[in-house]
T-cell receptor, first 116, second 117 residues
């Protein structure tokens, strides 16, 4: 069975600082995908970044980067130059890449608050 | 709009009542997912459709939960004889392809918040 662990229930960061949100995972699948989603108070899950388990380089998308350490089974999200609009819940999720296994398994989430 | 839409956005039901939650996926998306998100938790998978075929319903918590997608587009999640523990946000997501390629991310709707009194 797959499991995602996010150990930080809440994070408080000053505007313009960088922030790292932790995510560790557990799986026996040989290949898998890792995702980060942002959930503002409106409730919609917004896709941020994806990392495949066999990707050679860490994923980057604008101010978002993923610090992927396969041996440690961690996939931390780094947000550079944080903005007030980054305040939201952040979820790490995993999807196995095997046939038919489409569902996402989510962690508990981290509530990020950006202070002005 | 071009995104996933869900209705109603809010639903209050008395215990024992039946409810039906609707999801309109992005046009042309093959895959459709339902998730349940309890307060303060991450979403949990309920069921998955590929076109009209329900390929995975392993996450449905009981036989009171039923989902359908008869024409491979709109989907309905039905909960019979609602209980207080069914109170949650129900999220629908769709993805373009049936395979697991890099860009096959799931696009989520705003969710339906169900409160059972």
């Amino acid at each position: 069975a797959q499991k995602i662990t996010q150990t930080q229930p809440g994070m408080f960061v000053q505007e313009k600082e960088a922030v790292t949100l932790d995510c560790t995972y557990d799986t026996s699948d040989p290949s898998y995908g890792l995702f980060w989603y942002k959930q503002p108070s409106s409730g919609e899950m917004i896709f941020l970044i994806y990392q495949g388990s066999y990707d050679q380089q860490n994923a980057t998308e604008g101010r978002y980067s993923l610090n992927f350490q396969k041996a440690r089974k961690s996939a931390n999200l780094v947000i550079s130059a944080s903005q007030l609009g980054d305040s939201a819940m952040y979820f790490c999720a995993m999807r196995p890449s095997i046939q038919g296994a489409q569902k996402l398994v989510f962690g508990q989430g981290t509530r990020l608050t950006i202070n002005p | 709009g071009a995104g996933v839409s869900q209705s109603p956005r809010y639903k209050v039901a008395k215990r024992g009542q039946d409810v039906a939650l609707r999801c309109d996926p992005i046009s042309g998306h093959v895959s459709l997912f339902w998730y349940q998100q309890a307060l303060g938790q991450g979403p949990e998978f309920l069921t998955y459709f590929q076109n009209e075929a329900q390929l995975d319903k392993s996450g449905l918590p009981s036989d009171r939960f039923f989902a359908e997608r008869p024409e491979g587009s709109v989907s309905t999640l039905k909960i019979q004889r609602t209980q207080q523990e069914d109170s949650a946000v129900y999220l629908c997501a769709s993805s373009r392809h049936r395979d697991r390629g890099r860009y096959n991310e799931q696009f989520f709707g705003p969710g339906t918040r169900l409160t059972v009194l």
